[in-house]
């Protein structure tokens, strides 16, 4: 969903051509995809036959041709298929998080390591809503709300990011091969993976769709996935915003968490919904401080963070992660848990709407969030990177 908050845009210091397509987070190399410069930015607000023989000739003809009419249709629709583009992204530093403190590093439970203000050439490029890295926190799979797929890697310089490379851009496609926008399915908001199987969410029509990523990568033709009727009857454009699936070893290992951006109960919680698995079920998010849910993701550790947000032309912009006991989801659960980061606009946020956590070589969890620019020129496209120090 689009949020308005807005910070003046900036020369690009940084910038990556690109080389290769890039597999999905988890995936093995064969698989398929399942100098800094200081600068200072300002803020402007928060802003898809007649004879035997010859008779006999015929009848073969013809009863081979609806094979070869169907298998010239599938040669066309390969054909018509988008295929994916590579986009240059350029990167500019952001070496200081908090606006009014610049030496300042701590922030509640996470530590600032670095981040990146990414524009493109390339037009489609912004309005990210999910991202998703691999093990090591380099290949990513990340969607926008006008329903593209974008893959590439993030550069590091040691523990710093420099900038992303070999990015490419491509529609996520329908059962017919076309992309899903030509159903009128925008609003692609919440992605999460299941090893090789990629789960897409979307506003509006409220529907979860699944692609078999490992296999066909950003070719994958969606299939939409049945859905609890609650969730098919969320507001519009407050639909689902966050996907997590559980995997083996943790309290509800097999299930896909949906939670909702603003759907409220009775009580004006936040609605969520615990799909397969063994205790498939429904559940709320206490919503507190009109705080609304962008995404969410699983830790090693059994806990499950959500970011969420809030505007309003008094207050201004905000962002916050909440730790959530994942052993507290049940059927019928109304859970909460303590915040651990709280930012506004005195510090380098926009309009956070993604967020991943991965290990790194030292074995700190590193959260990676990223922003959604509505494709507005009064705000950006930043990718934000924090150890959570208190885990």
């Not at 030496?103 to 390591?113: E, K, M, N, Y």
């Not at 309005?127 to 691999?134: I, N, Q």
């Not at 859905?227 to 070893?249: A, Q």
């Not at 849910?293 to 992660?321: C, M, N, T, Y």
């Amino acid at each position: 969903m689009r949020r308005s908050n807005a910070r003046s845009a900036e020369p690009e210091e940084h910038s990556a051509s690109n080389a290769a397509p890039t597999p999905a987070p988890g995936s093995s190399p064969g698989q398929a995809p399942s100098p800094q410069a200081g600068g200072e930015t300002t803020r402007r607000g928060f802003i898809a036959g007649s004879l035997a023989l010859g008779g006999l000739a015929s009848v073969q003809v013809f009863s081979q041709r609806p094979a070869l009419a169907q298998a010239a249709r599938a040669e066309r629709d390969a054909d018509a298929v988008p295929a994916p583009e590579r986009i240059q992204v350029r990167a500019r530093p952001i070496e200081s998080f908090d606006l009014r403190d610049r030496a300042g590093r701590r922030f509640g439970a996470l530590q600032f390591r670095s981040g990146l203000m990414l524009t493109s050439p390339f037009r489609g490029f912004g309005g990210l809503s999910a991202l998703r890295l691999d093990p090591q926190g380099e290949r990513f799979v990340a969607i926008s709300d006008r329903g593209v797929w974008f893959t590439g890697r993030i550069v590091y310089n040691g523990a710093e990011m420099t900038g992303v490379a070999d990015v490419e851009a491509a529609p996520l496609l329908g059962p017919d091969g076309q992309p899903l926008t030509k159903r009128k399915w925008y609003d692609s908001e919440a992605l999460a993976f299941d090893g090789a199987t990629a789960y897409v969410g979307y506003e509006r029509v409220n529907q979860i769709v699944k692609f078999d990523f490992g296999r066909d990568g950003v070719r994958a033709m969606g299939q939409p996935v049945a859905v609890p009727p609650g969730l098919r009857k969320l507001p519009n454009n407050k639909g689902i915003e966050s996907l997590v699936v559980v995997p083996k070893g943790l309290p509800l290992a097999g299930t896909l968490i949906a939670i909702s951006e603003r759907g409220l109960d009775a009580d004006r919680n936040i609605i969520g919904f615990l799909i397969g698995g063994k205790t498939p079920g429904q559940f709320a998010v206490r919503r507190t401080d009109d705080f609304d849910v962008s995404d969410a993701v699983l830790l090693p550790s059994g806990q499950l963070l959500i970011l969420e947000r809030k505007f309003s032309w008094i207050q201004g912009g905000h962002i916050r992660i909440r730790r959530i006991a994942l052993s507290t989801l049940t059927p019928g659960a109304v859970v909460d848990g303590p915040v651990l980061f709280n930012a506004d606009l005195g510090q380098e946020i926009d309009n956070m709407e993604g967020i991943d956590a991965h290990l790194d070589a030292a074995g700190d969890t590193v959260l990676t969030m990223v922003s959604d620019d509505n494709f507005s020129m009064l705000q950006r496209t930043l990718l934000l990177q924090f150890t959570l120090v208190d885990d």
